[in-house]
């Protein structure tokens, strides 16, 4: 006898043709009927912690350049993940979450577990949140979210699928459709834009985070060096594009006042893929020098809306780029660039603790060929772009959010999305210690499948970026910003990783190169001297 076809059955055929056979999650009580009879050809990754399972999923989506299925439970389960929802949000990640919701005979009584108003708990973090007025749309809505989550900019969208929806009978299959990921600037004002770009006379160019997910950073070396002008990076980026020197210049800077500083001597800034700008501390000045112009080239509609100078141009960041790049006049007549100095200085003797100079110039020395770091010690960014530069696309990952608690299981995520793709790259995390604790259970996912990652905690003692912004901020004697006491390496032995605690840079190398070697995951925790960052 022929089984029927339910919503759950037609749902997953949808899954199938989507290609959204890996499903993140950490299961309740209300997703059991959609996991029911899970199928051999689908891969369950369980995280311990919503929170965790999001940022697994953000990482891995990122990595296979595709969507990802994240399943969590209820309102708790969404609850736990918002943290990370607004990672994916900014980073403009295709992500489609999904939750229980209960009965819906027990829906009027509001009953246990019952996620409230369910399509509005999510927002403003998604760009679509629904749940389906009756069980026959599942399968639609899915697609539709599909749809949504990869069309620019891309990003997180939220269904609640009631408990009982999936044994429903239901005729399929569902209908598969295609949608673009890519849009073309219009002609007209690219070549107004292309114009003034080749009329500069001293151009600044900063390439942020959407240019490498849109594969564009060869596109923006070549237009950097068509046009000689100087590239900049932001701070703290989810993303970075390859450092092609003699061009690259230093971060941006953090605030008003330090953005119009460093931007001082420019008549033209043209920033592709990036935010107008990502501002930090209040340090009042100038947006912009006097007599500086602004140009902007983005996907995202909201991120050109919320730019406080300049005009702006929609596109996708590769293609806008190589059309630009077609359309500029040769540079050839400007003045070279010249690399603003940046000290490399380490102490003549080894520090006890260590500096994050030291740390990151260890790292250096044993730097492993086509190896991705996913970084979240947000006081030594620095220190990381000066001895660790990004020479590759898609190798530097870090929370678009500003919020800690993603590098863990993103690291988990990213070795994921290889391991799909059948790629072998080292991951390696360089965290700080307290952004280690947030999401610490993703550990144990790692271990559980035996991913190859190294993570690198420096232990410093303290929430060193709360402090340079306290400091900053002229507000002395805030608590709760030391962290003593903490025993990362048995909490890591605990989950099922190798750990050692180091305190010099020959033990780092060593250590680095055996998890290396081992390919499993490794916590290698190294004792380092607080850092003032630079604000």
Same mark, same amino acid.
Not at 468 to 482: I, K, N, R, Y
């Given at each position: ?225 068509? =046009?000689?002008? $100087?590239?900049? +990076?932001?701070? !703290?980026?989810?993303? *970075? /594009?390859?450092? %092609?020197?003699?061009?690259? @210049? ?63 141009? =929609?596109?996708? $960041?590769?293609? +806008?780029?190589? !059309?630009?790049?077609? *359309? /500029?006049?040769? %540079?050839?007549?400007?003045? @070279? ?199």
């Amino acid at each position: 006898m022929t089984e029927k076809s339910t919503v759950h059955s037609v749902t997953y055929e949808l899954l199938r043709s989507l290609d959204l056979t890996t499903i993140f999650g950490n299961p309740g009580s209300t997703e059991e009927t959609f996991l029911k009879n899970f199928p051999d050809d689908f891969t369950y990754v369980l995280g311990l912690q919503e929170a965790s399972v999001i940022a697994m999923a953000d990482a891995f989506a990122q990595t296979t350049r595709r969507p990802a299925l994240v399943n969590l439970h209820s309102s708790a389960g969404l609850g736990n993940c918002l943290g990370n929802l607004v990672a994916a949000y900014h980073g403009h990640t295709p992500l489609i979450v999904t939750v229980g919701q209960q009965h819906r005979e027990l829906l009027i009584g509001e009953p246990y577990l019952a996620n409230r108003d369910a399509a509005n708990m999510p927002r403003p973090w998604v760009k679509w949140s629904y749940e389906p007025a009756r069980a026959e749309a599942v399968p639609e809505a899915f697609m539709r979210a599909y749809a949504m989550a990869v069309q620019p900019p891309a990003g997180p969208v939220f269904l609640s699928i009631p408990l009982d929806d999936w044994n429903q009978p239901l005729e399929g299959p569902a209908v598969v459709r295609d949608v673009s990921t890519v849009y073309a600037p219009d002609p007209e004002r690219l070549r107004r834009f292309a114009a003034r770009i080749s009329g500069s006379q001293r151009p600044a160019l900063i390439l942020g985070p959407d240019v490498d997910r849109a594969r564009g950073w060869q596109a923006g070396i070549a237009l950097a060096e068509k =046009l000689r002008a $100087a590239v900049y +990076s932001l701070p !703290l980026p989810d993303r *970075l /594009v390859p450092r %092609g020197p003699p061009l690259y @210049q230093v971060s941006v800077g953090m605030s008003v006042k330090a953005v119009g500083k460093r931007l001082a001597g420019h008549d033209l800034v043209v920033v592709i893929g990036a935010e107008v700008f990502r501002y930090y501390p209040y340090v009042p000045g100038d947006i912009l020098p006097a007599g500086t112009e602004l140009l902007q080239i983005t996907d995202d509609p909201a991120v050109a809306a919320a730019a406080r100078t300049g005009n702006s141009l =929609l596109g996708d $960041a590769r293609l +806008s780029i190589e !059309l630009l790049t077609e *359309l /500029v006049g040769d %540079g050839s007549g400007r003045t @070279q660039p010249k690399p603003l100095p940046r000290p490399r200085e380490l102490p003549e003797n080894p520090s006890s603790p260590l500096t994050p100079a030291e740390v990151y110039a260890a790292l250096s020395m044993v730097r492993p060929e086509h190896a991705v770091y996913v970084n979240e010690s947000t006081s030594t960014m620095a220190q990381h772009a000066e001895w660790l530069p990004t020479i590759e696309p898609d190798s530097f990952f870090a929370t678009a959010s500003g919020g800690i608690g993603w590098a863990v299981p993103a690291a988990v995520g990213v070795a994921f999305g290889d391991r799909n793709r059948g790629v072998s790259r080292p991951v390696i995390g360089l965290i700080g210690d307290g952004s280690f604790q947030y999401s610490v259970q993703g550990l144990w996912t790692a271990a559980q499948h035996n991913l190859p990652i190294v993570y690198v905690v420096m232990r410093n003692h303290e929430y060193s970026i709360l402090k340079s912004f306290a400091d900053l901020e002229q507000t002395p004697g805030v608590p709760g910003l030391d962290l003593p006491g903490l025993d990362i390496a048995s909490v890591s032995r605990g989950l099922g990783c190798h750990a050692v605690d180091v305190t010099s840079t020959g033990d780092l190398e060593k250590e680095v190169q055996l998890a290396l070697e081992a390919g499993t995951t490794t916590v290698i925790v190294v004792t380092t001297q607080p850092e003032k960052a630079t604000l």
